[in-house]
């Protein structure tokens, strides 16, 4: 048995003391922190595997789209809505099965998708690229005053010309040609000079009796748009991590 001198006692008594009064909440801190630290992995370890089969099922909707089957797209786009909305593959996805429904015949349920990667794009550039295919395929549809809805919304600086002359167009189905004009006038000002894009645009200008086409300000930006928006064509955006789509993000329709 160990024998202690007189300082010795004291010192483990007061260590006695100390432990008494403070080593619960020592221990719950402990505690508490190897439950954070484990719940922290768990978590980063459960998001990762959220992503790598959201991956998973944007690449099945993607191959749905290369090999025209609509039925598989449809199956692994329900799955990424119900359980992996929240992902960035989500929404991109939604872009790809619009289009594959689209070539397909079914506009509504083109339609459809587009809304629904409207609502769920998590950056401002995708929501305006499912905002421009939905607006298209509204006019498609012969509802203009639909398609300036949503041509009428703020987007990124990037997509001001586009926007510009998807006003110009559905204000042109609408009848009101003053107004087309002077929004194809705003998309010439807007989009680059040596942009073949551009001159489809300066194309209707003319049509609808605009004179001299406005220069474009040194800093106009290329179109982001096919050069010729009667077809259907574009997909998503590349997701962070994800395969990039065909057509690299171009506004066309679905």
């Keep these: 048995m160990a024998v202690y001198d007189l300082e010795e006692q004291e010192q483990l008594d007061a260590l006695k003391t100390w432990w ?16 954070a630290f484990i719940g922290v992995q768990g978590w980063r370890w459960y998001e990762a595997n959220r992503l790598n089969t959201a991956s998973v099922l944007y690449g099945a909707v993607a191959d749905a789209a290369r090999t025209e089957n609509a039925a598989k797209g449809k199956e692994a786009m329900a799955q990424l809505a119900d359980r992996y909305a929240g992902t960035p593959y989500a929404p991109r996805a939604a872009l790809v099965y619009a289009k594959l429904l689209w070539d397909s015949g079914d506009k509504a349920g083109a339609r459809t998708q587009l809304q629904w990667a409207l609502d769920h794009a998590d950056d401002a550039e995708l929501g305006a690229i499912a905002r421009y295919r939905l607006a298209e395929a509204w006019l498609d549809d012969g509802k203009p005053d639909d398609a300036l809805k949503l041509a009428d919304a703020k987007v990124p600086d990037a997509f001001a010309g586009i926007y510009a002359d998807l006003r110009g167009d559905a204000l042109s189905v609408a009848g009101r040609k003053d107004d087309a004009r002077k929004a194809y006038e705003a998309a010439l000002a807007k989009l680059d000079a040596r942009s073949p894009y551009r001159n489809y645009v300066e194309v209707k200008f003319h049509a609808l009796g605009g004179d001299t086409a406005p220069t474009p300000a040194s800093n106009a930006l290329p179109a982001i748009a096919p050069a010729a928006k009667s077809t259907a064509s574009g997909t998503a955006a590349s997701a962070p991590g994800a395969p990039a789509a065909a057509g690299g993000g171009t506004a066309g329709k679905p």
């Design 20 to 35: 008494s009064e403070h080593g619960s909440r020592i221990a719950a801190l402990v505690i508490a922190v190897c439950v």
